[in-house]
Every structure is written in structure tokens, then in C-alpha cells.
């Protein structure tokens, strides 16, 4: 090695070495700025780095168990820049720093990778775009949809995804088959988390098996307080995962028996959470999923007659379970309502593609290279034509006082999570000041999730004198609402919210020392809201909308051609079709391990991508930083398969005397 040669690795090295240092330091500060127990959250990161560093390989099993279910969103307000997000910096700074991918693993080698690279470069110009002008940080920078930061909080998605990829395709390179059975079963655990969750909040609020009332389940899916499909898409996404017991070797995955087993009632469970989100488009995709299994896996898998008969076999009877499980909820139900209206509801829809299209940014450059990540919130509250004026907030400060400026319009509810007791009295203070002597602040206190409100108690406050700030102060008597102390309470309690509403059109409330606190019992005078007084923005504060059309189009192949343009929507067509070759080549030539893996794969992208007609996911980065991980797993299977290796010729036996 030369003297240059020796230099440029050096430097190489330490520029390297630093990067991981930056994201690890990113991602300490971040731990360090959190609202909610930063304390915690950071001794189970730290652990999790102890753990990745002697088991790197373990990140494929923790960031697709983690990213779907453990959203603090809700309770800390946080959603630009939050835990999923130091999970993946911390597994990138330390995996690299233990495993660095070699030049040969680093990227995806051929067409692959140039398709790859065009899609991050068209996305990232669509960031730039969705960015300008540079608006200046401040206190509403990264706490609303309408700011242009929301450009980089949607590009996490894809930003996530290809910092990981290195890890991804050196894990494949290493060992395909193992590479693709961790990742299964971090979906799987991600499945079981969210599974639980949804269980428990259909338990608490309308019980297990009546499916009359109208509520869907969000679980663990903070994204979904503006609407959208999240939760179907996830679910659709790891569904075909379950079948990787029946087709993965036991040297690669052990215990099979108990494996299939788990899968077994896993699915069944699931299954219900599928029908309970109610959501029509998830429906299409477990059965697009389904499809694609029951063409893909047998091909894959079986090598003989009676072994592909009984994996149809055991295909058929999984949509069996499935049509059970449907036809308990569907007949005469809310499940049944929404299907009977999908004729009247596609025209709605269409109808919305067209409108939200026509937000589109004029001109050539808006064309092919779209309006802007993030851009189309900002684009309706400026150019809607139906004169729809959507709720917008902001935290102000003026001579020495911070506070909320709420306006109105669409319905939206900027609520904080309390803990209440049923038994318990309150008293609920504010501040207020409104220059519209009809102006009025609504305070509903109710159980709720982020989509549903159920027993509630309204209090409402006026402004006495216009134009000046104001106390004011309300007895809220005990109303059974809340959870009972300990653990009882909290595994049957409903969570109670308050909230802050603005119901009267063309006005603004301004608002300041939010308190709620306990007037009776033991923990009488302690306060139950946390930055009443918006000195930390707001953090803890999580708002919801009930008009779902002004956030996104409904549509990922048209949100897409919104914010990126006709070029991202081809860079990311043929990032979709490339994926989908691979996976077909896979299966029919590669070995039975990794053909198996291919039809699962193959079947989670192609359900996603049928939710994905109904509903704009890529702007929920969780759910988007998992479908792309899906489709760089896909073309990491593209590669040639490693096939078996095959025994010497054998030697000619001797000639025999005779012959």
C-alpha cells in the first residue's frame, strides 16, 4: 500500500468513525430534549446498543418489532422528531461501528442501485422544494402539517430506510436465508405488539364481539389522528409473514412446531384486528395478499405433488379462518354499512383525487418535480376552491407571556392525555383572551381515542371583556370517567383526554395557564396537565382533525405525483416493478429457503400496494421506513441465488472383465 493509498483510507476511516459519532450524538441529544421520561428512554436505548454491539445481526428483528408499536406520540407530543427515529440512529451509529459494510455490500450493485439512487435524488429534490423558501426555526417550526419543515419529516421515511440499507444488504450478502427469517420474525413480534394493543382498546371501549357501534382501532398508529390507513397497511404488510415457520428450514428457524403454533393463533387474532379497523381497502389487500400466496408459496416451496398439495391445502385453510372470522363482523354490521356504501363512497373519492390534483403547483417544473414534500396541507389551507378553511394553531409570545393562538375553521382538537379517577372532583382554569365578543373556547373532557370520543363533559368559557386577557375558572363535579388507581384500573380503564376547540367560525382564542386540578381525595391539589402554560411549545400536546381530506390525497401513487412530480412517480414505479421481478425470479430458480421467503415478500408488497391505492401512506414515516425496507429486501433476493453445492463427479468405475 502506498503512502496516498494509506492517507486516503485514513481519512476515509476517521470521517467514517465521525459520522457514527454524529449519529449517536444526534440521537443523545434528542433522548436528552424529550419530553416524556428521557430518563428511561434512554437506559433502554443504551441497553439496546450494549445488546446490538455483541449481536448485530439483531436489528433486523428489533426495528421492524419496534417502529409499528411503541409510539409516544400521543402522550408526548412529539412527532417530527421522536423515539423511532433515535432507534434508528442508534442501531445505524452501532451496527456500522461494529459491522462496516464493505465496499462490495455497501449498495445494491446494478440496475438495482441506480434505481435506488434515482429515487433518493428526486425525493430529495422534492424535500428541497417542499422546503422553500427556508422558512426561519421558531416555536411552530416542527409542530404543525402546515409548516414547510413537514418536508423532512416526511423524508425520514425514505432517509431511514437507505441509511439502513448498507446493514441490509451486507446481512443479506452474509447469509440470505437467515437475513430474511430475522426480518419475519420482527414483523411477526411488531404483528403480536399491535395485535395486543388493538385487543385492549376494543375491549375497553365497545367489547370484544360487538360490532355494531362504529369504531375503528388506531393502536399503536399516532399517524392516524388526521385519518389515513396506516394500521390496515401494517397488518396487510406482516400478515404473509406468518407463513415463513411453513417454509423456513428448522436449522434456520428452531422449533418449528412451536413456531407454526404461535403463527397459527397469531393469525387468527390478527385476522380480527383486520376486520375491526373496518377499513375496506385493508380487506382488498389481506385478500390480494392471500392471492399472491396461494399462486407464489406452493411454486416456491413444494417439490413434489403431495407437498404442494398440502401447502394449497393448508393455504385454503387459512382463507377459511379468514371468512370466518369476516362473517362474524360483516352481516348487518357497521363493517357491512361501510362495504354497502363503496359505490357511493369511490365516487367521494374520486372526486377528492381530482380536487386535491388540482392544488398541484402549476407550471413545468411543478409538474415534473411535484409541489413538495409535506407541501399539500400548506397547498389546501391556500388554494382550496371550496372555500374549506382548515384549523390552524400557533404558540405566540408577547411581553413576557407564551401562549396558544387557536383558530378555526375545520374541526380540530389540540387535547393533552390526563389521568382522572372516577370518584374524584376538578376544577379546570384558563386563560383566555379573544378580541370577538362571540368568540368562545370549548374544553370537552372526554374517554377517548384518537379517532373516537365517548362519555364527555363539555365546559365552554367566553370572553367577559374583549381584547383582554382574562381568568377563568370551572368546578367539574366526579363523573365515573377515567381509570380507577393501580394495575386493575389501568388494564380496564379508558384513557381520558382534554382538549382545546375553537367552535365558532372567523374567530381566534388566545389561551395561557391551562390547569386541571384534583379538588377532592388524596391527591387533592395536584395539577394533572403538563405545560399548561405552552413555555415548552407543544410539548404534550396532541392534536386531531375530523376532516381527513385536508391532510393528504388518499392515494400513494397520487400523493406522490403531487409532491414529487411525474419523476417521482417513475423513479418509484420502477423501484416497485424491479422488486417484484426479483422476487418472481427468486421463486422460480432459487433455493427452497429463499424462494419461500420471495413468495412472503411477495405477497407483503403486493397487499400494501393495493391499501396504497386507497390511502396516501408515504407520509407516515414509520409505516413508509418499512415498506421501502420491504422493497430493498426485495432486490437484495434479486441477486443471484446462491444455489447448492453440488458433488464432484464421480470416478468411472473400472471395466469389468466380460465386457
Known amino acids: 500500500m502506498t503512502g496516498r493509498t494509506a492517507f486516503v483510507s485514513l481519512a476515509f476511516s476517521v470521517l467514517f468513525r465521525g459520522a457514527l459519532l454524529l449519529l449517536a450524538a444526534v440521537a443523545a441529544f434528542g433522548v436528552a430534549l424529550y419530553p416524556l421520561f428521557p430518563v428511561w428512554l434512554g437506559l433502554g436505548l443504551a441497553a439496546y446498543a450494549v445488546v446490538l454491539w455483541y449481536r448485530p445481526q439483531l436489528w433486523l428483528i428489533v426495528v421492524p418489532a419496534l417502529l409499528p408499536s411503541f409510539d409516544l406520540a400521543p402522550w408526548s407530543g412529539r412527532f417530527f422528531f421522536h423515539e423511532a427515529d433515535f432507534l434508528v440512529l442508534v442501531t445505524a451509529a452501532v451496527v456500522y461501528h461494529r459491522q462496516p459494510p464493505r465496499s462490495d455490500e455497501a449498495w445494491l450493485r446494478g440496475g438495482a442501485g441506480v434505481l435506488v439512487l434515482l429515487l433518493v435524488l428526486v425525493q430529495a429534490i422534492a424535500a428541497v422544494r417542499g422546503l422553500l423558501p427556508f422558512p426561519p426555526i421558531g416555536d411552530n417550526a416542527f409542530n404543525n402539517h402546515f409548516s414547510a419543515y413537514n418536508a423532512l419529516r416526511i423524508a425520514k421515511g425514505l432517509a431511514w430506510a437507505v441509511l439502513l440499507l448498507p446493514a441490509l444488504s451486507a446481512a443479506c450478502r452474509r447469509d440470505l436465508s437467515r437475513a430474511m427469517a430475522q426480518l419475519g420474525l420482527g414483523f411477526a413480534i411488531g404483528l403480536a405488539l399491535v395485535v395486543l394493543v388493538s385487543l385492549r382498546e376494543r375491549q375497553i371501549f365497545t367489547g370484544l364481539f360487538d360490532f355494531e357501534i362504529p369504531f375503528r382501532v388506531t393502536a399503536t398508529f399516532s399517524s392516524m389522528h388526521l385519518g389515513g390507513g396506516s394500521i390496515g397497511a401494517f397488518l396487510v404488510m406482516s400478515l404473509p409473514f406468518l407463513a415463513l415457520p411453513f417454509v423456513m428450514p428448522a436449522k434456520i428457524l428452531p422449533a418449528p412446531m412451536l413456531r407454526r403454533a404461535?403463527?397459527?393463533?397469531?393469525?387468527?387474532?390478527?385476522?380480527?384486528?383486520?376486520?375491526?379497523?373496518?377499513?375496506?381497502?385493508?380487506?382488498?389487500?389481506?385478500?390480494?395478499?392471500?392471492?399472491?400466496?396461494?399462486?407464489?408459496?406452493?411454486?416456491?416451496?413444494?417439490?413434489?405433488?403431495?407437498?404442494?398439495?398440502?401447502?394449497?391445502?393448508?393455504?385454503?385453510?387459512?382463507?377459511?379462518?379468514?371468512?370466518?372470522?369476516?362473517?362474524?363482523?360483516?352481516?348487518?354490521?357497521?363493517?357491512?354499512?361501510?362495504?354497502?356504501?363503496?359505490?357511493?363512497?369511490?365516487?367521494?373519492?374520486?372526486?377528492?383525487?381530482?380536487?386535491?390534483?388540482?392544488?398541484?403547483?402549476?407550471?413545468?417544473?411543478?409538474?415534473?418535480?411535484?409541489?413538495?414534500?409535506?407541501?399539500?396541507?400548506?397547498?389546501?389551507?391556500?388554494?382550496?376552491?371550496?372555500?374549506?378553511?382548515?384549523?390552524?394553531?400557533?404558540?405566540?409570545?408577547?411581553?413576557?407571556?407564551?401562549?396558544?393562538?387557536?383558530?378555526?375553521?375545520?374541526?380540530?382538537?389540540?387535547?393533552?392525555?390526563?389521568?382522572?379517577?372516577?370518584?374524584?372532583?376538578y376544577r379546570l382554569s384558563v386563560s383566555l383572551r379573544a378580541e370577538a365578543a362571540d368568540a368562545r373556547l370549548l374544553v370537552p373532557i372526554c374517554e377517548k381515542t384518537l379517532l373516537y370520543s365517548f362519555r364527555c363533559e363539555f365546559l365552554a368559557v367566553s370572553p367577559r371583556q374583549p381584547g383582554e386577557w382574562e381568568e377563568h375558572a370551572i368546578d367539574l363535579p366526579p363523573t365515573g370517567m377515567g381509570r380507577p388507581a393501580g394495575l386493575f384500573?389501568?388494564?380496564?380503564?379508558?384513557?381520558?383526554?382534554?382538549?382545546?376547540?375553537?367552535?365558532?367560525?372567523?374567530?381566534?382564542?388566545?389561551?395561557?395557564?391551562?390547569?386541571?386540578?384534583?379538588?377532592?381525595?388524596?391527591?387533592?391539589?395536584?395539577?394533572?396537565?403538563?405545560?399548561?402554560?405552552?413555555?415548552?411549545?407543544?410539548?404534550?400536546?396532541?392534536?386531531?382533525?375530523?376532516?381527513?381530506?385536508?391532510?393528504?390525497?388518499?392515494?400513494?401513487?397520487?400523493?406522490?405525483?403531487?409532491?414529487q412530480g411525474w419523476f417521482g412517480l417513475v423513479a418509484l414505479a420502477l423501484v416497485v416493478a424491479a422488486a417484484l421481478l426479483s422476487l418472481l425470479r427468486r421463486i422460480a430458480g432459487g433455493l427452497r429457503a429463499e424462494a419461500g421467503a420471495a413468495a412472503v415478500l411477495l405477497a407483503s408488497l403486493g397487499g400494501v400496494l393495493v391499501v396504497g391505492l386507497a390511502h396516501g401512506l408515504l407520509d407516515a414515516p414509520r409505516l413508509a421506513t418499512l415498506f421501502y425496507l420491504l422493497l430493498f429486501a426485495a432486490l437484495c433476493l434479486g441477486r443471484p441465488p446462491a444455489l447448492p453445492t453440488s458433488r464432484p463427479p464421480s470416478s468411472p468405475a473400472p471395466p469389468q472383465a466380460g465386457r
Open 262 to 425: 404461535g403463527a397459527a393463533i397469531l393469525l387468527v387474532a390478527a385476522l380480527y384486528v383486520v376486520v375491526v379497523t373496518f377499513n375496506r381497502a385493508a380487506y382488498l389487500g389481506v385478500i390480494a395478499a392471500f392471492l399472491a400466496l396461494l399462486l407464489a408459496l406452493p411454486a416456491a416451496v413444494a417439490r413434489r405433488g403431495r407437498s404442494r398439495l398440502a401447502m394449497t391445502g393448508a393455504l385454503l385453510g387459512i382463507g377459511v379462518v379468514a371468512a370466518g372470522v369476516s362473517g362474524l363482523a360483516l352481516p348487518g354490521s357497521f363493517a357491512g354499512d361501510r362495504i354497502g356504501r363503496i359505490g357511493r363512497d369511490l365516487d367521494t373519492r374520486l372526486w377528492e383525487w381530482r380536487e386535491g390534483l388540482a392544488l398541484a403547483e402549476p407550471g413545468l417544473s411543478g409538474r415534473l418535480f411535484g409541489t413538495g414534500l409535506g407541501s399539500y396541507p400548506r397547498s389546501f389551507l391556500l388554494r382550496n376552491r371550496a372555500g374549506r378553511v382548515p384549523t390552524t394553531f400557533a404558540i405566540a409570545r408577547e411581553d413576557g407571556r407564551t401562549f396558544l393562538r387557536l383558530g378555526s375553521g375545520e374541526s380540530l382538537y389540540f387535547g393533552q392525555r390526563v389521568e382522572l379517577r372516577p370518584d374524584a372532583a
Open 489 to 563: 384500573g389501568w388494564l380496564t380503564g379508558r384513557p381520558v383526554e382534554l382538549a382545546l376547540n375553537n367552535p365558532v367560525p372567523g374567530t381566534t382564542v388566545e389561551i395561557d395557564d391551562v390547569s386541571l386540578t384534583t379538588k377532592t381525595g388524596p391527591s387533592a391539589g395536584s395539577e394533572l396537565l403538563v405545560n399548561g402554560g405552552f413555555e415548552a411549545g407543544t410539548d404534550r400536546w396532541f392534536y386531531a382533525a375530523d376532516n381527513l381530506a385536508i391532510w393528504r390525497i388518499e392515494n400513494m401513487w397520487l400523493m406522490t405525483l403531487f409532491e
